[in-house]
């Protein structure tokens, strides 16, 4: 889809300057009016001047007003509309005063009197002074509450921010006290270079997520990359024990997903299947397109949850001699990440397969990115193939 060249500017960006404008616009249509009247009328074009004196009467009168008004509109309901209500009068007042007044310099063979004169130009300028009023209290009002909506739209905004990434930053710390406590044994045992590559792949998961905002999408192709550099880190603990299987559809490489989006999955599938089994688990990371949706599966070979110290794999607990004790977010965090992101549109289902295990199917909408060449450069270190 074409771009515009020039983006368009909401007319009340600047207030100033549309105050102006509808004030140099209402006035010019008053005056017009007026002159068309007299035009009608068989009034001589030397009465003109008139209407020019009265417009700039009018003019000037409604920017004391508007100074006036500007410093009612902010005070409680009654004392505003009071006050209007006083100003208004006398503003109307003087408005034909004046009228009247150049009226009868004007029109010396004129035979009304002032008073006369006064009471014919008093409705006019009531009208036009009195709609003047309304319409700047209309127009306020209407930009107060404008602005009411933008603050609170902007702070649910950055409460929702706030909330993703209390739920991004959820990572699990036994992840990260297991991964330096690996390191400082491999430093221990004297392996340095397996205890180096630990420490590289450790630090460019970590970099990633902070360099990434909560609130940001990837793609699966990233998202996948960045979870092959966790998986890297958690192999050299499990080694032989943590297997490993993508089956990742090359039309989903570029649909759009929350970041770190999958990781918790996987650490919780390697803590309730690989960590729990003698002989570990494998853990199978699925891709597919549904129609308009992106369905990701999260599936291991693990007891699922018909051993006693995965009961609590859904809540995120476990049991310490008969008290529960906090594992991390467990999969609740995946799912308040979901309605944040998507609402009512994603689907978020536990299930336990017929041949065992235990599996999380996931389903977004299909949104996409363009293709790119790269991705980010922190995930170009040299890294472990996931197999």
Same mark, same amino acid.
């Given at each position: 889809?074409?771009? /515009?060249?020039? %983006? ?15 004030? =140099? ?11 068309? #009247? ?5 009034? +001589? ?6 209407? *020019? ?24 309901? /009654?004392?505003?509309?009071? /006050? ?19 009226? #009868? ?47 609170? @739209?902007?702070?649910?905004? %950055? ?8 739920? $991004? ?6 992840? /990260?006290?297991?991964? *330096?406590? #690996? ?12 205890? !180096?590559?630990?420490?590289? $792949?450790?630090?460019?998961?970590? $970099?990633?997520?902070?360099? !990434? ?34 089956? @990742?559809?090359?039309?989903?490489? =570029?649909?759009?997903? +929350?970041? *770190? ?6 650490? !919780? ?36 949850? %018909? ?24 999969? #609740? ?37 363009? +293709? ?16």
């Amino acid at each position: 889809m074409s771009v /515009l060249p020039i %983006q368009p500017i909401p007319f009340f960006a600047n207030k100033d300057q549309a105050f102006w404008r509808l004030q =140099t616009a209402g006035w010019a249509g008053a005056m017009l009016l007026r002159t068309m #009247s007299l035009i009608a009328n068989n009034q +001589p074009l030397t009465s003109l001047v008139l209407v *020019l004196i009265a417009t700039i009467t009018g003019f000037s009168i409604s920017l004391v007003l508007s100074v006036i008004y500007r410093a009612l509109i902010t005070r409680r309901a /009654l004392v505003t509309w009071g /006050l209007t209500a006083l100003v208004l009068p006398f503003a109307v007042a003087l408005h034909a005063f004046i009228d009247a007044w150049v009226w #009868s310099l004007w029109r010396t063979d004129s035979e009304a009197s002032f008073t006369q004169l006064f009471l014919g130009v008093f409705y006019l300028d009531a009208t036009l002074l009195g709609a003047w009023t309304a319409l700047y209290y209309m127009v306020n009002f209407y930009l107060q509450v404008e602005e009411q909506n933008d603050q609170l @739209i902007q702070l649910e905004n %950055q409460a929702t921010s706030a909330q993703l990434a209390m739920l $991004r930053y959820q990572l699990n710390p036994h992840f /990260l006290f297991n991964t *330096l406590n #690996s390191i400082s044994t491999l430093v221990l045992l004297k392996q340095t270079e397996p205890a !180096n590559a630990m420490l590289s $792949r450790l630090s460019s998961f970590l $970099r990633y997520t902070l360099v !990434n905002k909560p609130s940001a999408r990837v793609t699966v192709a990233q998202e996948v990359d960045t979870l092959k550099l966790y998986l890297d880190i958690e192999r050299m603990r499990f080694e032989e024990r943590l297997r490993t299987t993508f089956q @990742i559809d090359p039309a989903t490489e =570029t649909c759009l997903l +929350p970041s *770190l989006l999958l990781q918790p999955l996987v650490e !919780n599938a390697i803590k309730y299947a690989v960590s729990a089994q003698e002989s570990g688990a494998e853990i199978t990371i699925t891709t597919q397109l549904i129609g308009s949706m992106l369905r990701i599966t999260v599936s291991d070979t693990g007891p699922g949850l %018909q051993s006693p110290t995965t009961d609590n794999r859904l809540s995120g607990m476990t049991y310490d001699g008969g008290e529960p004790v906090s594992t991390g977010v467990g999969l #609740s965090n995946i799912r308040d990440r979901l309605v944040q992101a998507y609402g009512d549109n994603h689907r978020f289902e536990t299930i336990e397969p017929v041949e065992g295990g235990f599996a999380v199917v996931i389903e977004l909408p299909a949104e996409r990115r363009e +293709p790119v060449e790269d991705h980010p450069e922190i995930l170009r270190q040299p890294a472990l193939a996931a197999r």
